[in-house]
């Protein structure tokens, strides 16, 4: 068990017992950042929000192309601008193709934490079936923990679609790494996106999930849109 889940731990206890576990309130988890967003200068500073994780916020669809632009990561930007436009903002991608979380969490301190972000999260789910549950959830809490640390508020994602699973399937692995990740953001109350949860609606309600991907297990510019205005949920 790791120094910062002791610390957590010890915190609940303090506070008369285990406190219940829920994902951070989306009213309130980002307030001092929304606040900073609508400073003009020269209050103002830059603003970092890193998104960490593998092909999806790079941006990649049919490969080898890469939508970068198209991608959710610069639609929230390209909104949080036409929002806040006097905020100083950098969005800033450290996704890598074809990564999963533990490769992730080995660079998180050199790439991700270098960038001084002041919202960081974190979408690895989709290749994290590669090293399955236990090793993920492990990566996933170093990198948390890691963020914590240094008093950075989080959001984790739920993998989008792969059309080779069925989303309807509760058992499927990536059904599975979903629920992971959502226990680790009431465990850590931190912030969610769930994109699992967003798609699985879609399919729940009759829609060809095809007609948001531009393949089998990559977004096209309106499945990022559709997480795009999840994440904005947060902000606005």
Same mark, same amino acid.
């Given at each position: 068990?790791?120094?910062?889940?002791?610390?957590?731990?010890?915190?609940?206890?303090?506070?008369?017992?285990?406190?219940?576990?829920?994902?951070?309130?989306?009213?309130?988890?980002?307030?001092?950042?929304?606040?900073?967003?609508?400073?003009?200068?020269?209050?103002?500073?830059?603003?970092?929000?890193?998104?960490?994780?593998?092909?999806?916020?790079?941006?990649?669809?049919?490969?080898?192309?890469?939508?970068?632009?198209?991608?959710?990561?610069?639609?929230?930007?390209?909104?949080?601008?036409?929002?806040?436009? !006097?905020?100083?903002?950098? @969005?800033?991608?450290?996704?890598?193709?074809? $990564?999963? %979380? #533990?490769? *992730? +969490?080995?660079?998180? &301190?050199?790439?991700?934490?270098?960038?001084?972000?002041?919202?960081?999260?974190?979408?690895?789910?989709?290749?994290?079936?590669?090293?399955?549950?236990?090793?993920?959830?492990?990566?996933?809490?170093?990198?948390?923990?890691?963020?914590?640390?240094?008093?950075?508020?989080?959001?984790?994602?739920?993998?989008?679609?792969?059309?080779?699973?069925?989303?309807?399937?509760?058992?499927?692995?990536?059904?599975?790494?979903?629920?992971?990740?959502?226990?680790?953001?009431?465990? !850590?109350?931190?912030?969610? @996106?769930?994109?699992?949860?967003?798609?699985? $609606?879609? %399919? #729940?309600? *009759? +829609?060809?999930?095809? &007609?948001?991907?531009?393949?089998?297990?990559?977004?096209?510019?309106?499945?990022?849109?559709?997480?795009?205005?999840?994440?904005?949920?947060?902000?606005?």
């Amino acid at each position: 068990m790791t120094l910062n889940r002791l610390f957590f731990l010890a915190g609940c206890l303090l506070m008369g017992g285990m406190l219940q576990a829920q994902i951070a309130d989306k009213q309130t988890y980002l307030s001092d950042f929304k606040k900073e967003l609508t400073l003009k200068w020269p209050e103002n500073r830059t603003l970092n929000i890193v998104f960490h994780g593998h092909s999806v916020p790079t941006g990649y669809a049919c490969t080898p192309v890469v939508n970068t632009l198209q991608a959710y990561p610069h639609l929230v930007f390209h909104a949080l601008k036409a929002q806040y436009p !006097y905020a100083v903002l950098n @969005v800033i991608t450290t996704s890598i193709g074809g $990564e999963q %979380a #533990e490769q *992730g +969490e080995k660079r998180f &301190k050199d790439d991700v934490l270098t960038h001084r972000p002041d919202v960081l999260c974190i979408d690895y789910a989709l290749n994290d079936r590669t090293i399955g549950l236990e090793r993920s959830e492990k990566a996933w809490r170093k990198m948390i923990e890691s963020a914590l640390a240094e008093n950075l508020k989080v959001i984790l994602f739920t993998p989008t679609p792969d059309l080779t699973e069925s989303i309807m399937d509760e058992k499927s692995p990536l059904s599975e790494h979903a629920e992971m990740i959502r226990q680790l953001a009431e465990e !850590y109350h931190i912030g969610l @996106v769930d994109s699992y949860q967003l798609f699985k $609606e879609k %399919a #729940e309600n *009759g +829609e060809e999930l095809q &007609k948001y991907m531009s393949q089998s297990n990559h977004p096209n510019s309106a499945g990022h849109s559709c997480v795009a205005a999840e994440v904005l949920t947060w902000f606005f």
